[in-house]
C-alpha cells in the first residue's frame, strides 16, 4: 500500500531568529588591567543582527569581547550574553558563540580540516559532524582547496579565513569577530567583509564586529556602538545615526582656512577637517538655509569659498563627531 | 551563485555535554603522538627492563640454579627506579610543548573560547602526560608482577607481598604526578618547548647537584628535600618498606612532593588563561 501520509513541512535552513532580544547587555561595567582602567561604566545594549562595536585603537572594544567571554572579570557591573549572565552562566554562553581573536591564533601541528573539526568537537559536535561540517566551513570560507595544507604554511589572509572557519564550525547563535580584516590585501579584506556580510544578512548569524576601520562596519553591519576611551560614546543603528546629523556640506575655502573652521564652530557648526584641504561641514537639523549661512559667513570674514558641495552623511561622521565629543 | 553560498549551513545534530572538552584534547594529543614512529620507539624501548626483568622471572622459575635470580619485593623498586630515566625522556618529549606551544601559537584564547574551564584544559594536557607516564611506569610494573605469577604458577608471591600492589600503585602515582605536573607549570611558562625541556632538565639536575653538594660538604643527606627525585626515592623507600636511603624525614619528602605538585598547579592556573594581562 503507497504511504499516503502528507510529507513533513519543509524546514527554512536559515531560520531568521535564532535568538530574540538583545544578545549583549552589558550594565555600568569596569574593567581594570591593573591600576589602568580599560572600561569605565560601560553601558550598552548589543540588538540582533550584525552590530559593528566601532572605536580607535585602545578604545576597549577588545577588552569588552574578552570580557564577555569571561576572559576577563570586571570589577563593577554584570554582562549578558544571548540572555545568560556571563558571571555564572560562562560554559553554556561559550557554547553558543564563536570568537575569531585579533591576533593569529591556531593550533600547532594541525592542517586546516584537522583543527577546524577538532575546534568542532569542543564546541560538543560529535567528532563525525565536526569532520562533515569542517569541510563545508572551509569551502565557505574559502579555504576548500587549501585544506589538506598544514596552517603554519598559510598566508596572513589565509588564516584570517581559518579563525573565521573556526568560529562558525559549530553554528553559533552569536559571533565574535576582532578585526577579522587585519592583515588582509584588498580583494582578501573585500571577501572577507563579503562572508561577514552574507553570515549576517542571509545566514541570520547574530555578529557584534570590533573594528576600527569604518568602511568594513558601515558595509557589514546594520547597527553601531562607538567606544572611545573605555566608554560608549554613542550607539544605534547606523542608518538613525547617520540621519540625525541632518544635513553635510563639503567646503573649500580660500584664505585663512584655520580660523574659518573656528568662526564655523563658533556658530555652532560642528566641522571635519579632511586631509585634501576640504572640510565637512555638519548643519543640524533639516534646515535648508545652510549654503546661505555658510556663505554669510564667509562673506563676513572675507573668505571666498572656492567649492560647496552637498554631501552623504557617512558612518565617519557619526564616529568624528562620537569620538570628539568623548 | 558564489560557491560560499554552498557550504555553510545550519546545525541541527546533537551536542555533547558540557565538560567532556578535555577528553577531546587527550584524544588528540595521544593520537598526536602515537603517530609519530621516534616516539613509538621510545616507547618501545622504554618496555626493555621489562623484557629483562620478564625473562630474569622465567630463568628463576625455570631453573633451579637460578633461584638467586627470584624477584624479591625490591627487585619492583629497582625497577621503578629504572624506568624514571624514561619518565625523564617521555616527559620531555611528550610534555615540554604542550603548553608552550598553543602559547606561541595563541592557541588558549580558541581553546578557552570553547565551552571549556582553564581546569579542563589542564587535566586535558595533564592527561596525555599521564597516560605515556603511566604507561612507562605503572603498567610495565604491574605487568611484571602477573608475569612472576604466570611464570611461577601461583600466586604465592603475590600473596607474601600483597603490599606490593598498593605500593606500585602509590609510587607510581606519585612519580608521574610529580614529574608531569613539574613539566606541565614549567611548558606554562614559556613559549618555546625547547627552553622549556632545557629548563626541565637543569630543575633536575641542578636541584640533585646542589643536594650532593650540600651532601658532600655537610656529610648528611639530610638535605634530600631540595632535590624532588631524592624526595622521591626517600618516598618510594618508605613506600616499599625499604630501609631509607637519606637521613630525611619521610613525612618532610612527601611534603617536599606535595609542595612541588601543588606549586606547579598553582603556576598553571595563574598562566592558563585566556587572556595574558601584563600590568
Known amino acids: ?326 | 551563485m558564489p560557491i560560499h553560498d554552498q557550504g555553510y549551513r545550519r546545525y541541527l545534530g546533537t551536542r555533547s555535554a558540557i565538560g567532556g572538552s578535555w577528553q577531546v584534547m587527550t584524544r588528540a594529543g595521544v593520537m598526536a603522538l602515537i603517530s609519530k614512529r621516534q616516539f613509538i620507539g621510545l616507547m618501545l624501548f622504554a618496555w626493555a627492563p621489562f623484557v629483562v626483568r620478564a625473562v630474569q622471572i622465567y630463568v628463576s622459575a625455570t631453573f633451579t640454579q637460578a633461584s638467586f635470580l627470584a624477584p624479591k619485593g625490591e627487585t619492583f623498586r629497582e625497577f621503578l627506579d629504572q624506568q624514571g630515566a624514561f619518565v625523564f625522556f617521555v616527559t620531555i618529549w611528550v610534555g615540554a610543548g604542550l603548553i608552550a606551544n598553543d602559547r606561541r601559537a595563541n592557541a588558549l584564547q580558541l581553546y578557552l573560547s570553547k565551552p571549556m574551564t582553564s581546569a579542563e584544559y589542564i587535566a586535558g594536557k595533564l592527561t596525555i602526560l599521564l597516560v605515556f607516564l603511566v604507561g612507562v611506569t605503572f603498567l610495565p610494573a604491574m605487568m611484571l608482577l602477573l608475569t612472576q605469577a604466570m611464570f611461577a604458577g601461583s600466586l604465592t608471591f603475590i600473596a607474601n607481598n600483597l603490599y606490593l600492589l598498593p605500593a606500585i600503585t602509590l609510587f607510581s602515582i606519585a612519580q608521574v604526578l610529580l614529574a608531569a605536573t613539574t613539566m606541565l607549570a614549567l611548558s606554562s611558562l614559556s613559549k618555546s618547548s625547547r627552553f622549556v625541556a632545557v629548563m626541565y632538565a637543569g630543575l633536575f639536575f641542578f636541584t640533585t647537584a646542589l643536594f650532593n653538594a650540600l651532601r658532600g660538604i655537610t656529610g648528611r643527606s639530610s638535605f634530600a628535600w631540595l632535590s624532588p627525585s631524592a624526595s622521591l626515592e626517600q618516598l618510594g623507600d618508605v613506600i616499599f618498606r625499604l630501609e631509607p636511603r637519606y637521613q630525611l624525614s619521610p613525612a618532610i619528602a612527601g611534603l617536599a612532593v606535595v609542595v612541588m605538585i601543588a606549586g606547579s598547579i598553582w603556576i598553571l592556573t595563574r598562566k592558563v588563561r585566556g587572556v595574558e594581562i601584563v600590568t
Open chain 1, 1 to 326: 500500500m503507497p504511504d499516503i501520509s502528507p510529507a513533513p513541512p519543509v524546514q527554512d535552513p536559515f531560520p531568521p531568529d535564532r535568538f530574540a532580544g538583545p544578545v549583549v547587555q552589558a550594565d555600568q561595567l569596569d574593567v581594570r588591567y591593573g591600576k589602568n582602567v580599560a572600561l569605565n561604566n560601560v553601558t550598552a545594549v548589543f540588538p540582533t543582527g550584525a552590530v559593528g562595536l566601532l572605536g580607535p585603537n585602545g578604545a576597549g572594544k577588545s577588552t569588552l569581547l574578552k570580557s564577555l567571554l569571561g576572559f576577563l572579570v570586571p570589577v563593577k557591573g554584570s554582562m549578558k550574553v544571548l540572555g545568560l549572565d556571563v558571571a555564572s552562566s560562562a560554559l553554556e554562553i561559550r557554547e553558543r558563540i564563536g570568537y575569531m581573536p585579533e591576533s593569529d591564533a591556531h593550533i600547532p601541528g594541525m592542517n586546516a580540516v584537522t583543527f577546524v573539526a577538532y575546534c568542532g568537537q569542543l564546541s560538543g559536535l560529535p567528532a563525525v559532524d565536526a569532520m562533515q561540517r569542517a569541510h563545508e566551513v572551509l569551502y565557505y570560507v574559502g579555504l576548500g582547496e587549501a585544506r589538506y595544507r598544514n596552517i603554519e604554511t598559510y598566508s596572513t589572509g589565509m588564516k584570517q579565513r581559518i579563525k573565521l572557519a573556526q568560529a562558525i564550525v559549530h553554528d553559533p547563535d552569536l559571533l565574535f569577530l576582532d578585526e577579522p580584516t587585519n592583515g588582509m590585501d584588498p580583494k582578501g579584506r573585500e571577501e572577507m567583509l563579503e562572508l561577514i556580510h552574507d553570515l549576517a544578512h542571509n545566514k541570520n548569524v547574530n555578529l557584534i564586529l570590533s573594528s576600527h576601520l569604518l568602511p568594513d562596519v558601515e558595509y557589514t553591519c546594520d547597527h553601531v556602538v562607538v567606544m572611545d576611551k573605555g566608554t560608549v560614546s554613542t550607539c544605534g543603528p547606523i542608518a538613525a545615526l547617520k540621519g540625525s546629523h541632518g544635513t553635510v556640506y563639503e567646503l573649500r575655502v580660500k584664505g585663512e582656512q584655520d580660523r574659518f573652521i573656528e568662526v564655523l564652530r563658533a556658530a555652532g557648526y560642528e566641522v571635519a577637517d579632511t586631509d585634501e584641504d576640504v572640510m565637512r561641514v555638519f548643519v543640524p537639523g533639516g534646515s535648508h538655509h545652510g549654503p546661505k549661512e555658510l556663505f554669510a559667513l564667509a562673506s563676513r570674514q572675507q573668505i571666498q569659498v572656492r567649492h560647496l558641495r552637498l554631501s552623504m552623511p557617512t558612518l565617519e561622521d557619526v564616529f568624528a563627531k562620537a569620538v570628539g565629543e568623548a
